[in-house]
Structures are given as structure tokens and as C-alpha cells.
């Protein structure tokens, strides 16, 4: 089992939809999970990160983490095709291991005019 | 301005032929940290530093070195370099922990092994 898994798409949603990013991890002693976005051709910027149980919001972005089930999902709100780009969930692994961090393979998303 | 830099961006070389891949940080970031991205794998860590001459291995090592003499540099090498080294390569640096803290990353180099 890999240690953190998503879909990797591609997930299409029409422009104005509401975009669901999922992500499983493998670690229960993670602590912090973290969200990127990556547009073709460019590096990865961070969108959101989320330490807690429960959902966080930063504009039309909401994080959801439940540690129990141990999957963190990204919504994207009112989705623009400037949102169109591979999102990159990625988990730090291990309670000591704090240089190290695990990412996923990327779901990319295509957001529809 | 705040950036991370990586030098060059483009490289294509042969099979054992010795490189060295740049970073360069201005944030004055304690943590730096290389990956490697292949199409289906994603973002994998190949090495990162804690700070000036402490390194540790990421999840796949094989094949690299790092150094970090200066808190500002990171450099990747290539002692030789095989085709399946072939990828596109990320320098990243963050103000702290990097399981903990946000990651800033470098514009990429991509290298090809032939």
C-alpha cells in the first residue's frame, strides 16, 4: 500500500462546480497534511495546509482532515478553469521524522468553461 | 524578491558523466530539501538538510549526494549519472520542519540521461 494515495484523475467539473479532491494516507502518527497545487510546466505552490481534525477554510478552498479514517479531501468552491492544474496532496510521515514529507501522485483536475 | 533558484534548468547529458544541479535560497530558510517528480510516482524526496552540514536521506538516495556548506546553497550531484535518473528535479526550502512548515520551491530542472 502505497503511503499516500489519490486518485489521479483526471476529474472534470464544469465552470461554477464544486471540486472534491481526496486523499489517503497510511501513517497514523502523521500530524500535518498540506496541499499544492502544480501547473503544468511550473513548480508546486502551497494552496492550504490543515493539522486538525475538522474542516478549514480559506476562500473558496476548504480542507477536510479526519485523522480516524485517515483521508484529507480539498473542495474547491465555485471552480474556474484558472483552478485547472494537478493538486498534490502530501502528509508528513512519522511523529520523529519531521524532514520528512510524503507526497501523493497528484489528481489533476480540468475545469470546464 | 523571496525565490528559490535552481541552475540550469535544462540539462542533457550522458550516461556516467558527472553533474551538479544548483539551489540557491534567499529567505535565509533553515530546511532545504531535492526531489524528484516522474510521470505516475509524483513528488518523491531524494534528500534534505536541517541545516549547514546536517543531510539525511530521503526516500530514494540511491545514486546522489548532497552537501550543504553554506545555509543558502543545496547542491545536488550526480557522481554518475544512469538513464533512469532521467526527471524532472525540484529544490524546495522551508523556514522550519519540513513535515510542519510550508515548502517553497525552485522553477525545476529537467534532466535527461542518455
Known amino acids: 500500500q502505497k503511503e499516500v494515495e489519490q486518485n489521479s484523475g483526471p476529474l472534470s467539473v464544469p465552470e461554477g462546480a464544486i471540486a472534491s479532491l481526496n486523499c489517503t494516507y497510511s501513517?497514523?502518527?502523521?500530524?500535518?497534511f498540506f496541499w499544492y497545487r502544480q501547473y503544468s510546466g511550473k513548480s508546486p505552490e502551497l494552496i492550504m495546509f490543515i493539522y486538525s481534525n475538522g474542516d478549514k477554510e480559506d476562500g473558496r478552498f476548504t480542507a477536510q482532515l479526519n485523522k480516524a479514517s485517515q483521508y484529507v479531501s480539498l473542495l474547491i468552491r465555485d471552480s474556474q478553469p484558472s483552478d485547472s492544474a494537478t493538486y498534490l496532496c502530501a502528509v508528513n510521515i512519522g511523529v520523529d521524522q519531521g524532514g520528512k514529507l510524503i507526497f501523493g501522485q497528484g489528481t489533476e483536475l480540468s475545469v470546464k468553461p | 524578491e523571496a525565490q528559490v533558484t535552481q541552475n540550469p534548468r535544462y540539462l542533457i547529458t550522458v550516461t556516467g558523466k558527472k553533474l551538479t544541479v544548483t539551489c540557491s535560497q534567499n529567505m535565509n530558510h533553515e530546511y532545504m530539501s531535492w526531489y524528484r517528480q516522474d510521470p505516475g510516482l509524483g513528488l518523491r524526496q531524494i534528500y534534505y538538510?536541517?541545516?549547514?552540514?546536517?543531510?539525511d536521506k530521503g526516500d530514494v538516495p540511491e545514486g546522489y549526494k548532497v552537501s550543504r556548506k553554506e545555509k543558502r546553497n543545496f547542491p545536488l550531484i550526480l557522481e554518475s549519472p544512469s538513464p533512469n535518473q532521467t526527471s524532472l528535479y525540484f529544490c524546495?526550502?522551508?523556514?522550519?520542519?519540513?513535515?510542519?512548515?510550508?515548502?517553497?520551491f525552485g522553477p525545476g530542472t529537467r534532466l535527461t540521461v542518455l
Open positions: 524546495a526550502s522551508s523556514f522550519g520542519v519540513i513535515g510542519l512548515h510550508e515548502q517553497f
Open positions: 501513517d497514523r502518527g502523521s500530524q500535518s
Open positions: 538538510s536541517m541545516n549547514v552540514e546536517v543531510t
